[in-house]
Every structure is written in C-alpha cells, then in structure tokens.
C-alpha cells in the first residue's frame, strides 16, 4: 500500500474518533455547567480547555458558549469537532482511490451539514448528531471493507485516538473539586453505563468505575482495550517472529502503558489520576509520531488549513 494511502486512512480512523470523543466530553461538561449553579464557570472552562489540549483566552472571562463555540464550531481550532469532520474529509479525498463511494458520501455529507453555530437548546441534539455520523461512518467501513492493511490503518489510527479521549475524559473527573461529573455521568458518556451494570451489578463506585473504563478487556471504549487493539494491528500490518523483545518503536510505548496500567493497582491510580492520564496521552501520541517514521516517512505530520470562520 502506497504511503500516502496508508497515512490517509490512519488519520481518518483517528479523526472520525476525536469528533465522537469531543462531542461526548462537551456533552457531559456543557450539561454540568448548565444544571450545577456552584460551578466557578470560567475556572471550569478552562480547565476543559487545558485537558482538551486547546489554548485558551486571556482577555475574557469564558462561559458555556465559548467552550461551544472555540471546541464544537470553530473551523479553525485544531481540538473543534469541525475541525475534525473537515479533516477526515479531506484525508479521504487524498485517498479516494481506496475509500468506498458509501464512506465519501457520508464525511462529505457530515461536513456539509456542520453547522457554523449551536444555539443553546440545541446543544444536546447537535452532539447527539455528531455521534451518529460518526458511528455511521465506522458502520460503514467495519461492514463493507476487507480486512487487509486498508481497515488495518483505519483502526489503528481509531483505536489510538479512542485510548487518548477515554483518558482525557477520565481526566476531567477531577479538573476541579467542584466541576468534576460523577463516574454515573462519566460511564453514561461512554455508553458504558449498561455494559457497566452487567458486569458489576451495582451502583458505580469510584474504584469500579475507573477499572472498568481503564482495564475492561470486553468492553471496546475501555484504554485497555483500545491500546490492546492498536498493538494487534501493528502485529497483523507487519508481522514480524522478533527472538529477542520488542524492536518497534509504536508497540513499546504501548506496551509500556497497557502493562503499567495492568499490573498497578487501581487504588494507586486513582490516588493521581491525571497523572496517570496524561500518560496514556503522551504514550499513544509517542506510538503515532513512531508509526508516522515507520510508515510514513516522506510526510509530515497533516497540519490541515482550516477555513476562516
């Protein structure tokens, strides 16, 4: 597969997972915001700002809106769900060749349909659609696609980015000890409440709830999970029978976290739990610019040019 191809699909998977990622943290935190009147708002907001790895303003003190307008709408804003729309779309136009008419249509058609503003008693309803065109598009190629190097790229590029937003979600947890949602509403972004209750059969507490979202080895939004996927698609794009330890750079680092998150206690995590967090982050952003040398060596890392707003 050319290299141009392969860095496309990569960066389709990983965007199409950070718009569904961002519309679920937003979702919970700009309801929060809305319902609990003790939130200090612009502490709030900036925090998720900070988590959402988005530089925020000094000249005004942040509301709701702005947290809607810089990270949902702005086509500008690297971190924005538009942003990420607009990108998977143009990474499948680089790669048309190889994605299927079903899947252009449907990113062309989610890019086409974002809207430029939210206004506030729609913010539920607009997030609601951001998961399902994102789900429609990985329904698409999880459905109709080959398991060859093509969905391998893809779900690499996916499983990455869905270990990097379950950690930054589970980072908010504890943005401030006011505005933090409870690990009821945290499981409930996830989809994960029910999948929870089957497994624990009661009322989420702190220490259930982390290890589920953490170390659930079934349950696909876990960070245990996703990191275990990305490292078999490694495997399977390129195997390789090494006599001695681990010579890829990308599977080391997650193998690094999926084995520090495995073997240490779920107390000591939760005791620093940002801490943690950020770990994963940094290891799965280590493993993607690993994987950009190896795989994708001619090209620099997509810096797409956003449209003025």
Request: aromatic share 8%; charged share 25%; net charge negative.
């Amino acid at each position: 597969m050319l290299s141009r191809i392969a860095e496309s699909l990569f960066w389709i998977g990983r965007y199409i997972e950070r718009s569904d990622g961002t519309a679920r943290i937003l979702d919970v935190h700009l309801q929060l915001l809305l319902e609990d009147p003790w939130i200090e708002e612009d502490l709030a907001c900036r925090s998720l700002l900070s988590v959402m790895g988005s530089e925020a303003p000094d000249d005004h003190t942040l509301t709701r809106a702005d947290i809607l307008q810089i990270l949902a709408v702005d086509r500008s804003e690297p971190a924005s769900i538009a942003y990420s729309l607009g990108a998977a779309r143009e990474n499948a136009r680089r790669a048309r060749e190889i994605v299927s008419t079903e899947l252009w249509e449907c990113l062309n058609t989610t890019r086409a349909r974002m809207p430029r503003k939210v206004s506030g008693d729609k913010v539920h309803e607009f997030f609601g659609w951001v998961r399902e065109r994102s789900a429609l598009a990985v329904g698409i190629i999880e459905s109709a696609t080959s398991r060859d190097e093509a969905w391998q790229f893809f779900t690499l590029g996916r499983s990455l980015e869905r270990a990097d937003m379950t950690a930054r979600l589970l980072a908010t947890r504890s943005l401030t000890e006011a505005s933090g949602p409870s690990w009821t509403t945290i499981l409930r972004s996830c989809g994960a409440y029910e999948a929870y209750l089957r497994t624990y059969r009661g009322v989420p507490s702190a220490t259930n709830a982390a290890e589920f979202l953490l170390l659930d080895r079934l349950f696909p939004r876990s960070i245990l999970f996703s990191v275990s996927r990305a490292e078999a698609c490694m495997r399977d794009i390129e195997p390789r029978a090494e006599r001695v330890g681990i010579s890829d750079q990308a599977q080391r680092q997650l193998g690094k976290i999926r084995s520090e998150l495995e073997y240490r206690p779920i107390a000591e995590i939760l005791e620093d739990l940002p801490l943690h967090m950020d770990n994963v982050q940094a290891a799965t952003s280590a493993a993607s610019e690993a994987i950009r040398q190896r795989y994708f060596p001619t090209n620099a890392a997509p810096s797409w040019v956003g449209e003025s707003s």
